[in-house]
């Protein structure tokens, strides 16, 4: 079995997901630690035309994206990771909120596939089928409540929120525990506490002097106190 976590998305438009090579991301695949596979959904299409979606039954604006290419597409990368759980991630605005937890669960999954729905969504029977087949998981999820045109870019986002959990993939791990939603108090999630390095006095703006103080108890006490500040403020 290859110790990679796999990543394959199917997409309308590959070249959307061109980020995946750099930073974080392309040194995580550099290094072995992922294996990631974009896939064009129009080479799943019989027609000349290479179409891939249709009219929403019962009628209504916009087209539908047709359960076919989409059943070949899903079934093709499952070939690619043949021994592994699936989860398939289907990108919608109807879907469950992206959540760190959620990220962090993700983290587990061997293999997964995203597929990047446009127009009105993507026919539910593709989500229905996948959901009953035996070492499958389906799940839907929102990046935030907004529309956005298609799911590449929700893509891209969750993936960088779970590869950066990867072991090995952020230099230094302490860091993670250290951010924000990572962060607990007794109060739950926390977003972290403000940040400052060189120099001391920035456009007449000084460092706090506790951060100078070397005093490690009073320093954690500070950020504490101050990442709660900031949360409050948002929950207000
Ligand atoms: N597709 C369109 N809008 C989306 C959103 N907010 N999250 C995930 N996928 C989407």
Same mark, same amino acid.
């Given at each position: 079995?290859?110790?990679?976590?796999?990543?394959?998305?199917?997409?309308?438009?590959?070249?959307?997901?061109?980020?995946?090579?750099?930073?974080?991301?392309?040194?995580?695949?550099?290094?072995?630690?992922?294996?990631?596979?974009?896939?064009?959904?129009?080479?799943?299409?019989?027609? *000349? $035309?290479?179409?891939?979606?249709? #009219? !929403?039954? %019962?009628?209504?604006?916009?087209?539908? =994206?047709?359960? @076919?290419?989409?059943?070949?597409?899903?079934?093709?990368?499952?070939?690619?990771?043949?021994?592994? *759980? $699936?989860?398939?991630?289907?990108? #919608? !605005?109807? %879907?469950?909120?992206?959540?760190?937890? =959620?990220?962090? @669960?993700?983290?587990?999954?061997?293999?997964?596939?995203?597929?990047?729905?446009?127009?009105?969504?993507?026919?539910?029977?593709?989500?229905?089928?996948?959901?009953?087949?035996?070492?499958?998981?389906?799940?839907?999820?929102?990046?935030?409540?907004?529309?956005?045109?298609?799911?590449?870019?929700?893509?891209?986002?969750?993936?960088?929120?779970?590869?950066?959990?990867?072991?090995?993939?952020?230099?230094?791990?302490?860091?993670?525990?250290?951010?924000?939603?990572?962060?607990?108090?007794?109060?739950?999630?926390?977003?972290?506490?403000?940040?400052?390095?060189?120099?001391?006095?920035?456009?007449?703006?000084?460092?706090?002097?506790?951060?100078?103080?070397?005093?490690?108890?009073?320093?954690?006490?500070?950020?504490?106190?101050?990442?709660?500040?900031?949360?409050?403020?948002?929950?207000?």
């Amino acid at each position: 079995m290859n110790s990679a976590n796999r990543f394959d998305i199917i997409t309308i438009f590959p070249d959307y997901l061109a980020p995946l090579k750099l930073s974080l991301i392309g040194k995580a695949e550099a290094a072995g630690i992922i294996e990631i596979g974009i896939h064009d959904l129009r080479e799943q299409t019989s027609d *000349l $035309h290479g179409s891939v979606d249709d #009219t !929403p039954y %019962g009628g209504g604006a916009g087209m539908v =994206m047709s359960p @076919e290419p989409w059943g070949k597409a899903i079934d093709s990368v499952i070939e690619l990771a043949p021994d592994e *759980l $699936h989860e398939l991630i289907v990108l #919608t !605005p109807a %879907g469950e909120k992206l959540t760190q937890e =959620m990220a962090s @669960e993700l983290t587990k999954s061997r293999h997964l596939i995203f597929a990047c729905g446009r127009y009105e969504g993507i026919d539910i029977r593709v989500s229905d089928f996948y959901a009953s087949e035996k070492n499958f998981k389906v799940r839907e999820i929102s990046i935030g409540d907004y529309v956005l045109g298609g799911g590449e870019v929700a893509t891209l986002v969750i993936m960088e929120a779970i590869i950066r959990l990867l072991p090995g993939v952020i230099g230094n791990p302490a860091s993670l525990d250290e951010e924000s939603h990572t962060l607990k108090s007794t109060r739950g999630a926390l977003v972290e506490y403000p940040s400052y390095t060189k120099p001391q006095e920035w456009r007449g703006l000084s460092v706090p002097n506790v951060l100078l103080s070397g005093n490690h108890g009073e320093i954690a006490k500070w950020r504490m106190q101050q990442a709660l500040i900031r949360t409050k403020k948002l929950a207000d």
